[in-house]
T-cell receptor, first 115, second 118 residues
Framework: DADVTQTPRNRITKTGKRIMLECSQTKGHDRMYWYRQDPGLGLRLIYYSFDVKDINKGEISDGYSVSRQAQAKFSLSLESAIPNQTALYFC??????????????FGPGTRLTVL | AQKVTQAQTEISVVEKEDVTLDCVYETRDTTYYLFWYKQPPSGELVFLIRRNSFDEQNEISGRYSWNFQKSTSSFNFTITASQVVDSAVYFCALSEDWGSGGSYIPTFGRGTSLIVHP
């Protein structure tokens, strides 16, 4: 089974709808992240969380919110989706210590289309 | 602030050619980590390598090799005898060390799309 899972994998929705993307991990990592990927723009950070009680905005948090329900779960919400939020969304996890410090492990991605 | 530049947007080669993907970074921190990730056409992001700023030794893993040079702030990735399966988008990333006051959030370059033709 995958260490980092995302649901749904694909979603088509309409402008104005509320959407939630979910991420779960079995890696035991404290840190979790949400990124969006747009062609030619690489990965841009939306939100990140270093533990259940720590939530931080990334470079493009407007229009998004997150919830860290447990160490293993980090969800991303679009309160009122708009077409320019059409993108590929990735969840990632990492640890802070040891040989894997800051190495990000990504989920398979969620392709979101907002019509 | 940290920054990663991958100047090559797309590279096209024929199978068996060697190819080097460039990565130039900027940081004011003395302790940092550099990474390469691969994104094949299927879309997932796969971790390839992590390098500590104190370790400038080049690394080779099969047909892959990485050349880390602090003097030029570069962390280039070479694929020897490229294969069609190497076709992917490759991302370079940098994170600054938490302990020395860095941002500790990885910054990604915009990626280089490698197309290997049979």
């Amino acid at each position: 089974d995958a260490d980092v899972t995302q649901t749904p994998r694909n979603r088509i929705t309409k402008t104005g709808k509320r959407i939630m993307l979910e991420c779960s991990q079995t890696k035991g990592h404290d840190r979790m992240y949400w990124y969006r990927q747009d062609p030619g723009l690489g990965l841009r950070l939306i939100y990140y969380s270093f533990d259940v009680k720590d939530i931080n905005k990334g470079e493009i948090s407007d229009g998004y919110s997150v919830s860290r329900q447990a160490q293993a779960k980090f969800s991303l919400s679009l309160e009122s989706a708009i077409p320019n939020q059409t993108a590929l969304y990735f969840c990632a996890t990492s640890v802070y210590s040891g040989k894997e410090t800051d190495t990000q492990y990504f989920g398979p991605g969620t392709r979101l289309t907002v019509l | 602030a940290q920054k990663v530049t991958q100047a090559q947007t797309e590279i096209s080669v024929v199978e068996k050619e060697d190819v080097t993907l460039d990565c130039v970074y900027e940081t004011r921190d003395t302790t940092y980590y550099l990474f390469w990730y691969k994104q094949p056409p299927s879309g997932e992001l796969v971790f390839l390598i992590r390098r500590n700023s104190f370790d400038e030794q080049n690394e080779i893993s099969g047909r892959y090799s990485w050349n880390f040079q602090k003097s030029t702030s570069s962390f280039n990735f070479t694929i020897t005898a490229s294969q069609v399966v190497d076709s992917a988008v490759y991302f370079c990333a940098l994170s600054e060390d938490w302990g020395s006051g860095g941002s500790y959030i990885p910054t990604f370059g915009r990626g280089t799309s490698l197309i290997v033709h049979p």
